[in-house]
């Protein structure tokens, strides 16, 4: 197993004059734990320093016109590992620990302020199956940590994914050993309460040839009144044959800024259903890249979001094939209400030799009021001569004739309504296989719709 | 048990007056046929019972059950008992037929009582699968989306589900056999006449005699120019079908 490590970069502008310059972390934040391996300290090391390099984006950089980070600077955020103690933090909802595939769980991690909590099979383990906390691995699974930590996702790809690297202080390492079908699907919460905190996270699943893994991680907090942050980094590794289903959930409170940089990479006839599902967070960027870098290898991303207040949503997907006979299948679906925003730029790469690749990509959206706006940009770059790739973005309304349609048959407004953004997600709904998954979303809309 | 009761009634689209005082009476039990060429206010009087938010009642009243219900919001009119078929049903992508006609279901159930669970899955399915078959339909129907990607007839027919489903005591088919085949057409209008009876009054909209040779009329009114001009009964249609509608506008303008 050594994947090649293939880089897309995005433009990335010099600072421009008047950007905003720094944010509250400095570099004794960094985890030194006394028993750390080297590989570790040197990689935070090096992640701090490209932290340092890099300059804040700005509105100035393509990647992040439509998404100002402006109003972050300023803010005060302790990483939540070094805060003192104060009031006592809520514990995560319990409904967040509830299966959402109708199996009973092989495994669960709860990730809170006040400790981690760490479960899985014993028939699992004895199988080589690792499915534990980063700072657990660090101490326990230091060899397979180092062959995998920031091989699919660079430390130095962005200033979030810089700080993110340097400062994760926990996380989640998922290994499936060659030809291990799990059967039970594993699951983690990372649970982040509190105003003036900033989280970090890195999660690395690594489903080694033929295996195969469903996996759901949420990230949530309760809404608090001044703002918190939260980095994240997920690195996907899906070996040859293998296959996972990957579910990701974002309900993060109303003041959470948002930063994620994840990758998966797909060997060759692997396959991969990533699910994303955010509803939360005062503002989110997140970047997805899809790497299919063997032949055969398939990725379907499915993506729900829905947006109310002054939210913020930003997602920027690559879908990137790498080799020929390669697939990829993406549609991300938003509904948006009162003041917020949504922005999905995507892009499908086919690189030269890459023959018979076949793409597709597809954002829609509701706009359901008139003070809501998303942004769709959908993009191709396709560098080989055969190979079929179609997108397509919409923005629309809900029709005033399918509301009186509705109210014709008794339903009031309000039930029209949501009962036509409800038909406006089925085709993202018929994407995911799993009923709670769905159930999930099912009662965010209704949450969102009033 | 309710007539529906219109008087002086006058309809606006923008500044255009459509209807200038129309009188009618629907009487519960009785299927009334109103006929008229096009562009003289036939659906314009549908869409008006309904309460469509683009028509304006400048002038007049809607009587049923006691009260105006031009008052009334257009799914309180739906949950008063008034139902129209449309001309042009509307497409909801993502909808079933089945789920469309629960949450329609429901949503009468939760008017009477807010505490109400809704009905029970079973029952609703034994429901739909009779109203189904009384209509001649495949039960694969009821999981497609609603008018999303129906043919003509198929849009006709989910009209009439609906009305199977929801059994309104008024009922208004707005140029119900537009756009059918003759064996559409049939399966259509026995679906009406399954449903005819003493509790529901029946307005249908057409201007072919065709459809009243299955949907027999009580009662047919002929709309020209905003206004009803000429009743009576089922040969009124047959001398429409053989003389046209010339004779009427020279009665009209003598």
Redesign the interface.
């Given at each position: 197993m050594s994947p090649v490590v293939v880089t897309r970069t995005r433009k990335t502008d010099a600072q421009p004059q008047g950007a905003p310059s720094s944010l509250p972390f400095h570099r004794e934040m960094m985890k030194t734990s006394a028993g750390a391996p080297d590989f570790l300290q040197d990689y935070r090391s090096r992640a701090w320093e490209a932290y340092e390099r890099l300059p804040l984006p700005a509105i100035t950089d393509e990647a992040w016109r439509r998404t100002d980070i402006r109003p972050l600077i300023g803010s005060a955020f302790v990483p939540q590992h070094l805060a003192a103690s104060a009031a006592p933090l809520a514990a995560p909802d319990p409904a967040l620990l509830a299966s959402l595939t109708g199996e009973t769980h092989g495994g669960q991690i709860v990730i809170t302020p006040s400790g981690v909590t760490v479960q899985l099979a014993e028939e699992l383990a004895q199988k080589g199956v690792i499915f534990t906390d980063l700072a657990t691995a660090e101490r326990q699974h230091s060899d397979i940590l180092a062959n995998i930590i920031g091989q699919v996702v660079r430390a130095d790809e962005g200033k979030f994914a810089a700080l993110a690297a340097a400062l994760a202080n926990n996380g989640v390492l998922v290994y499936i050993p060659r030809h291990v079908q799990l059967e039970q699907p594993l699951h983690s919460l990372l649970w982040g309460p509190g105003a003036g905190l900033a989280y970090f996270s890195h999660l690395l699943v690594w489903v080694e040839d033929g295996a195969s893994l469903t996996y759901v991680h949420e990230s949530a907090s309760p809404t608090e009144s001044a703002p918190a942050l939260h980095a994240g980094l997920v690195e996907i590794y899906v070996g040859a044959g293998a296959k996972l289903r990957f579910v990701e959930l974002q309900s993060w409170g109303e003041h959470v800024w948002n930063f994620s940089h994840e990758r998966a990479r797909v060997a060759r006839d692997g396959s991969l259903d990533w699910i994303f599902g955010a509803v939360g967070s005062r503002l989110t960027k997140n970047f997805s890249d899809l790497d299919l870098i063997g032949e055969g290898a398939a990725g379907r991303m499915s993506g729900f979001y829905f947006t109310d207040g002054s939210q913020h949503l930003d997602h920027d997907t690559q879908q990137n094939h790498l080799a020929a006979h390669t697939t990829s299948d993406l549609l991300f679906k938003g509904a948006l209400k009162d003041q917020s925003r949504s922005v999905w730029q995507g892009m499908i790469y086919v690189a030269p030799g890459a023959q018979r690749a076949d793409g597709y990509q597809a954002n829609r959206n509701l706009v359901l009021s008139p003070a809501s706006r998303a942004d769709s940009i959908p993009g191709l770059e396709i560098l080989a001569d055969d190979v079929r790739c179609t997108h397509g973005a919409t923005v629309g309304k809900i029709?005033?004739?399918?509301v009186?349609?509705?109210?014709?048959?008794?339903?009031?407004?309000q039930?029209?309504e949501r009962?036509?953004v409800?038909?406006?997600?089925?085709?993202i709904m018929q994407r995911i296989p799993f009923d709670g998954v769905r159930e999930r979303f099912q009662s965010a809309i209704q949450a969102k719709m009033g | 048990m309710s007539d529906l009761v219109i008087h002086n009634l006058h309809v606006n689209i923008g500044d255009r007056e459509v209807l200038k005082g129309l009188d009618l009476v629907i009487e519960q039990g009785k299927v009334h046929a109103l006929m008229g060429p096009n562009g003289n206010g036939k659906s314009t009087l549908a869409y008006a019972i309904?309460?469509?938010?683009a028509y304006t009642v400048t002038a007049g009243e809607i009587l049923f059950k006691g009260q105006n219900i031009l008052e009334l919001?257009?799914?309180q009119?739906?949950?008063l008992g008034i139902?129209?078929a449309?001309q042009y049903?509307?497409?909801?992508?993502?909808?079933s037929v089945a789920?469309?006609l629960r949450?329609?279901l429901n949503?009468?159930r939760k008017?009477v009582n807010p505490e109400d669970k809704g009905i029970p899955i079973p029952e609703f399915r034994r429901l739909l699968r009779e109203r189904m078959d009384l209509l001649k339909m495949d039960h694969a129907f009821a999981g497609r989306?609603l008018n999303d990607g129906f043919s003509g007839g198929e849009k006709k027919r989910a009209e009439v589900l609906?009305m199977a489903t929801?059994r309104p005591e008024i009922a208004i088919l707005d140029e119900t056999d537009s756009g059918l085949d003759i064996d559409a057409l049939r399966i259509v209008s026995e679906g009406v006449n399954a449903l005819r009876g003493p509790g529901m009054g029946v307005l249908v909209i057409t201007h072919y005699q065709r459809i009243l040779n299955y949907i027999k009329p009580d009662y047919v009114h002929i709309l020209l120019n905003g206004s009803i001009v000429e009743c009576g009964g089922p040969e009124l249609a047959l001398h429409l079908e053989e003389h046209g509608y010339d004779w009427i506008r020279e009665k009209v303008n003598s």
């Open positions: 029709d005033a004739d399918q009186f349609y509705l109210r014709s048959r008794g339903l009031n407004s039930e029209a009962l036509i409800e038909g406006f997600f089925d085709p | 309904m309460g469509h938010p919001e257009p799914d009119r739906s949950r139902f129209l449309f049903p509307v497409a909801i992508p993502g909808v789920n469309f949450t329609a949503s009468r008017a989306y609906q929801l």
